[in-house]
């Protein structure tokens, strides 16, 4: 695995023109990302490089199993220069970054951004995005209800669940359960017992008790996206990732409605720029990531609809735009850091291996 790395670096030294004579800069950045993002990446590179002659960066995409290369290339002391990394794994890697508190203007950004990015009051990676979840809806066939509970949640659920048609998505995965945990007040933690959950009771109960959400079998080989799109769903909980593929290839009415709002603070996250404290030439990939943190890139990223970016002025396009996108920027003034553990991986393997027992 680091060898396949290292090959990729020395092979895009010498492709890149660089000599001694010329004294080019290089510097390695890793992250994974869609084919969308990896071609805005390349522009935003391609861009970075035009600006300042004699730099290259190499960029390493790791779509698969990003998390467990990363571990890898820092404990071969092979990590890259600019590391893009979110707040769920930053409590593990922080130790072996850069703290980025006094290049930031944080009043450029969203505070529960850099609240995501931060420990101890220190900043550790420069924010691309925030994130939620929320709902997208069939309107074609289940109206909207404003200021609504979890009750009216179940009882929509029930009510358009009918045939080979389910009321609301389920999702088997930790992340999409904290929706539920903070509308019953609860906080995840290292010690969150789900057996004893209120909230992860009523969203196991949504398939297993109620069946007002489709089975594992009953997905079988498509997704629940492309079920919501063929029609089989009708409330599908999801991220702003899913709005250019919704966008595009949704074929019936449909607009997006916040979780219903609860006892706590709805849970954000988010993803940024940070710099390995082990880089030999942290003043390149600052100055790179001051780039990838502009507000000409975080345009690149917020017009491919993918991301609610961090910086605010960037997000402003979404009061403007259909489908009622400014719930995403409505979430944000109610919504918190989610508290993630040190070893956050070991929590998610945990959950995997016994929380539907």
Partial sequence: ????????????????????????????????????????????????????????????????????????????????????INNLYLPLYYNHLEDLTNIIDKSKYYGQ???????????FAIPRDLSNLVFYVNTDIIPIKKNWTIEDLLEIAKKYTYNDFYGISFEDDIYFTLPYLSYFGETFNENFDYKQSQGFRFYKDLRDKYQVAPTKSQIGS????????????????????????????????????A???????????????????????????????????????????????????????????LNNNSHNEKVFLEIIKYSKKAKIPKDYKKIVDKFNSTAFD
Avoid at 113 to 123: H, Y
């Fill in 113 to 123: 951004a850099i609240e995501c990015l931060s420990i101890d009051e220190k900043v």
């Fill in 259 to 317: 979780f219903p709002q609860g006892l706590n603070e709805q849970i954000c996250d988010s993803s940024g720029w940070a710099i390995s404290k082990y880089s030999k030439n942290k003043d390149l990939a600052i100055k790179f990531i001051k780039h990838l943190s502009s507000e000409e890139s975080a345009e690149y990223f917020t017009k491919s609809g993918l991301i609610i970016p961090a910086r605010i002025e960037a997000s402003k396009v």
């Fill in 1 to 84: 695995m680091i060898k396949f790395f290292l090959t990729i670096i020395i092979t895009t030294f010498l492709l890149c023109g660089c000599s001694k004579e010329s004294k080019c800069e290089i510097i390695n950045f890793t992250s994974w990302g869609s084919i969308t993002e990896v071609e805005i990446i390349n522009k935003i590179i391609k861009d970075f490089e035009l600006k300042n002659p004699n730099t290259k960066v190499n960029f390493i995409h790791t779509p698969q199993n990003y998390f467990q290369k990363l571990h890898l290339l820092f404990a071969s002391n092979t990590a890259p220069d600019v590391i893009f």
């Fill in 222 to 257: 498509s997704t629940l996206a492309q079920m919501f799109l063929d029609k089989k769903i009708g409330m599908y909980l999801s991220g702003r990732w899913m709005f250019p593929i919704i966008s595009e290839k949704a074929n019936f009415n449909w607009s997006i409605i």
